[in-house]
């Protein structure tokens, strides 16, 4: 994990043999942070919870509170809230039996369920609630009938209103269109609802549904895995993973009627968001990625950022986590990579969340978001050199001392480093070379992408060619995405001035990608020894 996060109990087992996906939801009750998970047992799946009595930093061994019988079906995921009369209400997907002797709830990105695999299948919701004390449980009860995605948020609103949004199948395809809906596009075969209620899980009703175009007519989901939250005048929004590059919002005066989804200028791979409401302040955890195969965009890295005008806007945009296999070839099956978060919000203001999928790679961290607010950093070559991405490629080395780039007749490839979202300011850099004069490429980006990207100069921001001279440069770049200006600094003296911006973008900055130099010699290389960033002083 990266600065400004630190972990949380490392030696909780959150990805045992056959996880492929989080299962670990954090709440807090009666000064007891506690973590609920499910456990497949003999002849049942077990509901267990963790306890922490110092904020996240350890917790107990599991506790079994409730055994869930599985002749009914398989006991999948779980989502839980609690009421304001301090009761705790489960939510459960389970697959009827329906997925029985197969491996297709096993099935990754890359092998996703299309069109008859669908036909006969069934994941439904269930829902039960508990004392506070986790003494007296209510027998389950099904509350959704039908195909539902993973359950990714529930909250309690200040009326006392419970939300469980989901995502359902339904059976709409390029060929098959639903007659109610516009005919002009594609949306996919998956909506989006909330499944609410008034009096503490008695009875429930649904929202309208929602929807949303998709890039392609064969493989896309639509309007997925929905995450809300509420407004301070206790209006909600609906923030909905999609394929379009961004995640989109839909907005609530109550919490049942939804109006229909816009995209908004978060830049977001295939994945769903983490949210958790810090006050007035909204912490979002998302998969900042683009143009990866993978998920649309990828999940190599997690994403955390702040805002204060309901995610209108965001500052930060700063990794917290990095997929610990992303130097090795991705699994040829499965999903893997740092998405799902599921954050929580501490008394003390700090956020702790989990989040990943694939054997292994689950974690648990507990998040400053005072950090997101910085706007300086320098790179730590010493002791946190995997700051500086490389994977995938063979003639950039990172240790120590810097950034070692080679000359290659790939010149697509780059070192890539994070650091916090910017509307204007500095990154200063120091280099080396094995040749007097030479070019090196640098390149500002508002998203990451792997540093094997062939086309990220088409979605740069910023694409500054800077020359290196006598061996040794420094550079400076200063910039202004408002006025959509960069000026170039060379050993203290201006290279370039008014460099025109590609693009505006709507969050700032936050991404610098080092090109591998064009030098004239086969054998030359290029070493950035410093690097670090700051905000423009007025």
């Known amino acids: 994990m990266n600065k400004g996060v630190v972990s949380s109990n490392p030696n909780l087992e959150l990805s045992p043999e056959g996880t492929m996906t989080i299962n670990v939801k954090p709440l807090m009750g009666d000064g007891v942070l506690y973590l609920f998970m499910l456990e497949k047992g003999v002849d049942c799946v077990n509901l267990n919870v963790y306890e922490s009595y110092n904020s996240g930093l350890d917790f107990s061994p599991p506790r079994r509170i409730y055994s869930l019988d599985t002749t009914i079906g398989d006991w999948l995921y779980l989502e839980v809230t609690r009421d304001n009369n301090g009761n705790y209400h489960f939510f459960y997907m389970n697959d009827g039996n329906s997925f029985k002797d197969t491996d297709m709830l096993n099935r990754g990105e890359g092998e996703r369920l299309q069109g008859e695999d669908y036909h006969g299948k069934f994941i439904n919701v269930w829902h039960q609630k508990c004392n506070t004390k986790f003494e007296e449980f209510t027998k389950p009860k099904m509350v959704i009938d039908g195909y539902v995605g993973s359950l990714n948020s529930c909250i309690t609103l200040k009326s006392g209103r419970i939300l469980l949004p989901v995502s359902y199948f339904t059976h709409r395809t390029w060929s098959n269109r639903d007659p109610k809906m516009p005919q002009f596009s594609h949306y996919g075969p998956f909506n989006c609802v909330v499944l609410y209620t008034d009096d503490c899980g008695e009875t429930f009703s649904f929202s309208n549904s929602v929807w949303v175009q998709t890039p392609d007519i064969v493989s896309a989901y639509g309007a997925v895995e929905p995450v809300c939250f509420e407004r301070s005048d206790g209006s909600v929004d609906m923030i909905v993973r999609t394929q379009m590059g961004v995640l989109y919002r839909s907005v609530s005066e109550d919490g049942s009627y939804y109006n229909?989804?816009?995209?908004?200028?978060?830049?977001?791979?295939?994945?769903?968001?983490?949210?958790?409401?810090?006050?007035?302040?909204?912490?979002?955890?998302?998969?900042?990625?683009?143009?990866?195969?993978?998920?649309?965009?990828?999940?190599?890295?997690?994403?955390?950022?702040?805002?204060?005008?309901?995610?209108?806007?965001?500052?930060?945009?700063?990794?917290?986590?990095?997929?610990?296999?992303?130097?090795?070839?991705?699994?040829?099956?499965?999903?893997?990579?740092?998405?799902?978060?599921?954050?929580?919000?501490?008394?003390?203001?700090?956020?702790?969340?989990?989040?990943?999928?694939?054997?292994?790679?689950?974690?648990?961290?507990?998040?400053?978001?005072?950090?997101?607010?910085?706007?300086?950093?320098?790179?730590?070559?010493?002791?946190?050199?995997?700051?500086?991405?490389?994977?995938?490629?063979?003639?950039?080395?990172?240790?120590?001392?810097?950034?070692?780039?080679?000359?290659?007749?790939?010149?697509?490839?780059?070192?890539?480093?994070?650091?916090?979202?910017?509307?204007?300011?500095?990154?200063?850099?120091?280099?080396?070379?094995?040749?007097?004069?030479?070019?090196?490429?640098?390149?500002?980006t508002d998203h990451f992408s792997t540093p094997f990207d062939e086309t990220d100069w088409l979605d740069c921001v910023f694409e500054v060619p800077v020359q290196i001279r006598n061996g040794s440069t420094k550079v400076e770049l200063i910039f202004d995405c408002e006025t959509g200006l960069l000026d170039v600094l060379c050993d203290d003296l201006f290279q370039t001035t008014g460099l025109r911006a590609w693009k505006r973008p709507r969050n700032g900055v936050n991404y610098l990608r080092v090109k591998t130099p064009r030098f004239n010699s086969k054998d030359g290389w290029v070493k950035l020894t410093k690097a670090w960033t700051d905000a423009k002083m007025n």
């Open 260 to 444: 229909t989804p816009e995209p908004t200028s978060i830049i977001n791979s295939d994945s769903p968001a983490g949210i958790v409401k810090i006050g007035e302040k909204t912490v979002l955890l998302y998969n900042s990625c683009k143009r990866y195969p993978y998920a649309y965009g990828g999940r190599h890295v997690l994403h955390a950022a702040i805002s204060d005008d309901n995610l209108e806007t965001i500052r930060g945009g700063r990794e917290i986590v990095c997929d610990k296999y992303n130097y090795d070839p991705p699994p040829k099956g499965g999903d893997y990579g740092t998405a799902y978060p599921f954050p929580y919000a501490l008394p003390d203001g700090r956020v702790i969340f989990a989040t990943g999928q694939g054997k292994n790679r689950v974690s648990l961290g507990i998040l400053d978001p005072a950090w997101l607010e910085e706007t300086t950093q320098s790179a730590d070559f010493i002791n946190n050199a995997m700051e500086w991405h490389h994977f995938g490629i063979d003639n950039i080395t990172v240790d120590e001392s810097g950034v070692l780039i080679r000359t290659s007749q790939d010149a697509f490839e780059s070192a890539v480093w994070n650091f916090p979202a910017l509307f204007n300011g500095r990154v200063a850099l120091e280099f080396e070379s094995s040749e007097v004069n030479g070019t090196v490429k640098l390149l500002l």
